[in-house]
Nanobody
């Protein structure tokens, strides 16, 4: 049974930082690319960042230069370091193994003063 557990969200002031984690189980984590997605209220879920099985990364334009995706295959975990957060980054953040329909429950990030 595949499980994805996102954590690390919370309330942060504009300009602040958060580090999200996604722990995976039930899949052969190292062979999958992993993506972080977010869904803001009233909007569709959108890709934020992706890391391939070989560690190649790409980012949405809106977060490039502020967010960093990384992975630890020994821990079956993917991370999203978010710096210089803006109110428009407020959303529920999800991770997803590329090409699958597996999703966790997400973690809420709220950027507000």
């Amino acid at each position: 049974q595949v499980q994805l557990v996102e954590s690390g969200g919370g309330l942060v002031q504009p300009g602040g930082s958060l580090r999200l984690s996604c722990a995976a189980s039930g899949i052969r984590f190292s062979i999958y690319g992993m993506g972080w997605y977010r869904q803001a209220p009233g909007k569709q879920r959108a890709l934020v960042a992706r890391i391939s099985s070989l560690g190649i990364t790409n980012y949405a334009n809106s977060v490039s230069g502020r967010f960093t995706i990384s992975r630890d295959n020994a821990k079956d975990t993917v991370y999203l370091q978010m710096n210089s957060l803006k109110p428009e980054d407020t959303a529920v953040y999800y991770c997803n193994p590329t090409g699958t329909t597996y999703w966790g429950k997400g973690t809420l990030v709220t950027v507000s003063s």
